[in-house]
């Protein structure tokens, strides 16, 4: 909105990038980067990507004029090539110089071959998705490398902001194996707590104690559907419900109490009586009942599409999603940026004078390091989105107050995935624990009008907003972008939905699996002869949006520095998956229709997982040249399934690896958690205290930075922070315990 009250979408997240937060800035990209996800995300936001090759001259030249520096190798097979990371700083010490490797720079396998197959297997992505008779399979494209590159995006923005505050640039380290095995949190959590391991599920989502279905054949497709937890779910399963009435459907979900319901708990042999029903009901039904009746009735379920399918969709025309460029129709943006009021307009320009400048008051929040050290951030976020991109932004230094209710507690908070959790008891979860570290929490009421005493004063406080959810919810608390930047132009908001806060759709019901099933993912993953598949990880939308949100908030922030302009982010999940799926929304447009191809990808020459000795163990392979598809024709000796059958997977895969063919093993958890070193070395799990579960291993946000290293802390107690952060807002002793009196913090 500009300082007219005009709505002003910044080219940063737009088509063209022309004024976005990183205009005039200089991107040099090296081996074959430019067109990779990283680089198409910093272009959106207005940075001038250059391919350079790599030579002496011309790249020592480049470097000493750019703003950041991209890499697919690593630390030392950059070395490798000429160009060791001394030499990098010795030319431009202001430099952020950004890799995004298989395996990270600086371990053993640093120097091994790889790509997104590899990738997948050695941390423990491919291992979960798929069916129990048959191998592994890979999720569509390239999941794993889209999803840490987004996280090498955070990373970016991250130390650019840095580079504002001290002026030092920094090498920020990716591995692809370590972002991921970010991903397998729920095998993480079940491994170290009951010592049992997931398996594949087919479609199905695997929430650690329930195998819960969410692909389910129709008369003409597929769609995807899942009865959901507690008051976030109960409306759409009675939906569910009512409308199998209504068709005469034998019906076991009828009288359930969806309020009780909890998808960890529920009785294996109940749920399976009630998939059978439910699955009958999803015969009968069409492509087009789902589309309009299933929307009109709220259930939670969306029509598996393809990639074709994608392009026709009016709700993408109608947030002006595509552009054309080459004669065919790409994605435009990972993100939409609106412009706050200019300065001038009205309000106060910078935080609040009459709040605290640190957080001294919170011992493991004080004198805390990381690149986002000093950004504080008011998080309204519930559910996983808005956890996961506050938890990066927490991890990376920023001072994060989460509020939140026992009256619409966070999801995370509800499921009981380990024996050490109970299902009345909102802070014994590790599920939430995991996605939640960095913060300090404060529980309040926001529909009472008394909690504006606190939330108003935050407001100065916060240098951003995090919020996720339903689109409108936050104006009908009064606290919709709209109405905070007029007291706060220069505040950054960010809004994470599955279809974006604009649009056709914007008020429709979705979760993770919906951006999957509407943007061609889940119709490209598995079996051309068998049903589509979900990921067994976590849910991918889930996961990949926050960096999106953390990444433009960060840049964001960084140019608010030099305007004193906010903005509010919108990032849509479906519109991020459609990112993802860009291949095969250019291929559907080519004449190449889009299929499943199991463990193939038409860019690499030859790839597959074989079997290697032992119930279940596996390696994946793959080949990209005739002179490694000749190297390993004379290793197997014959066909490469029987030669890999009765070998140790660790074993042949060094063998391989020697050999120069890029190969890895199928790991489990057990293997990730363990037995592999270089990952722990990395530091993928960060051994955190818990008052009630005892230190355990976290999920670290996987981004290395070598200048300001991040210090995580241990998640909040429901409420746990309630008397520090009202403090922070200015209320006195005597008010906190008049509002709590009066029952304003539950």
């Known amino acids: 909105m500009s300082g007219n009250g005009v709505v002003n979408e910044v080219g940063a997240m737009g088509s063209s990038g022309a004024n976005g937060p990183l205009s005039g800035l200089r991107v040099l990209a090296l081996g074959g980067m430019a067109d990779r996800p990283l680089c198409r995300f910093l272009a959106t936001l207005g940075a001038q990507v250059r391919t350079v090759a790599l030579d002496a001259d011309g790249t020592a030249a480049a470097l000493a004029d750019a703003d950041f520096l991209v890499d697919p190798w690593g630390l030392q097979m950059l070395a490798d090539r000429g160009l060791p990371r001394a030499r990098i700083e010795s030319l431009n010490p202001a430099l952020v110089h950004v890799s995004v490797s298989v395996f990270g720079s600086g371990n053993a396998r640093s120097r091994w071959q790889g790509a997104e197959l590899v990738a997948s297997a050695m941390g423990g992505a491919l291992r979960l998705t798929g069916e129990p008779d048959r191998a592994p399979v890979k999720e569509a494209l390239d999941a794993c490398t889209f999803h840490a590159e987004m996280a090498a995006a955070a990373g970016a923005m991250a130390a650019h902001y840095a580079r504002g505050v001290h002026g030092q640039g920094q090498h920020v380290d990716v591995s692809i194996q370590e972002v991921a095995f970010s991903r397998n949190v729920n095998g993480v959590l079940v491994w170290q707590f009951d010592r049992r391991k997931l398996h594949r599920v087919g479609g199905a989502l695997n929430y650690g104690r329930a195998t819960v279905r969410c692909i389910w054949p129709l008369a003409d497709g597929w769609c995807f559907h899942t009865l959901m937890t507690g008051r976030f779910g109960a409306p759409a399963n009675q939906a569910l419900s009512d409308w199998m009435d209504e068709t005469g459907q034998d019906n076991p979900l009828r009288g359930v109490d969806w309020l009780r319901y909890n998808r960890s708990t529920l009785p294996a042999e109940t749920r399976a009586v009630w998939e059978q029903a439910i699955a009958a009901f999803f015969k009968t039904r069409t492509r087009a009942d789902i589309r309009s009746e299933g929307r009109r009735r709220g259930i939670n379920a969306c029509v598996v599409e393809s990639p074709a399918d994608v392009l026709a969709d009016p709700h993408l ?5 595509w552009q054309d460029r080459d004669g065919l129709r790409q994605p435009s943006r990972f993100a939409r940026l609106v412009e706050g009021p200019v300065a001038g307009a009205g309000g106060d320009m910078t935080r609040s004078s009459s709040t605290p400048a640190s957080s001294a008051g919170h011992a493991a929040a004080a004198g805390r390091g990381g690149p986002l050290a000093g950004v504080r951030i008011l998080d309204f976020s519930w559910a996983l989105v808005g956890s996961i991109t506050t938890k990066v932004l927490g991890d990376l230094g920023a001072d994060v107050i989460k509020v939140e209710t026992r009256t619409r507690p966070c999801l995370s908070r509800l499921d009981v995935q380990v024996a050490a959790s109970r299902a009345d008891d909102f802070d014994d979860k590790p599920w939430f624990a995991h996605l939640n570290t960095s913060k300090r929490s404060l529980a309040i009421d926001l529909k009472r009008p008394e909690s504006r005493e606190v939330i108003g004063p935050l ?11 339903s689109p409108g919810t936050m104006d009908k608390l009064g606290l919709g972008y709209a109405q905070l930047s007029q007291r706060h132009p220069s505040l950054v908001m960010a809004s994470g939905s599955v279809y974006g806060q604009t649009g056709p759709l914007a008020g429709e019901w979705g979760v993770d699996g919906t951006g999957g099933a509407l943007s061609g993912r889940t119709w490209m993953t598995g079996w051309d002869d068998r049903d589509p598949l979900v990921p067994g990880a976590v849910p991918y939308g889930d996961v990949i949006v926050p960096y999106v949100l953390a990444a433009c908030i960060a840049a964001a922030l960084a140019r608010r520095r030099k305007t004193g302009q906010g903005c509010h982010i919108d990032a849509s999940m479906y519109e991020i998956c459609v990112q993802q799926m860009r291949t095969a929304i250019l291929g559907a447009q080519q004449g190449s229709p889009p299929r499943r191809l ?80 270089p990952l722990r070395e990395r530091g993928a799990l960060v051994m955190l205290p818990h008052p009630k579960l005892g230190e355990f291993g976290h999920v670290r946000t996987p981004i290395s930075f070598s200048r300001d290293v991040p210090q995580p802390y241990r998640a909040p107690g429901l409420g746990e922070h309630n008397a520090e952060v009202l403090r922070i807002a200015g209320l006195d002793a005597a008010r906190h315990s008049a509002l709590e009196a009066a029952g304003v913090f539950k």
């Open 598 to 677: 199991g463990n193939a990808d038409p860019a690499v020459l030859h790839q597959d997982v074989y079997p290697a000795r032992g119930a279940d163990r596996w390696v994946a392979i793959s080949v990209f040249d005739e002179s490694q598809r000749a190297t390993l024709a004379r290793l197997a000796g014959g066909p490469v399934a029987e030669w890999t059958r009765n070998q140790d997977e660790r074993a042949l895969v060094e063998q391989l690896q020697a050999a120069g063919i890029a190969a890895g093993v199928v790991q489990d958890i057990e293997d990730l958690v363990e037995l592999d070193t």
């Open 317 to 321: 025309e109608a947030r002006a999603f």
């Open 459 to 469: 407001l100065g406080w916060a240098d951003a907003v995090m919020e996720n959810f």
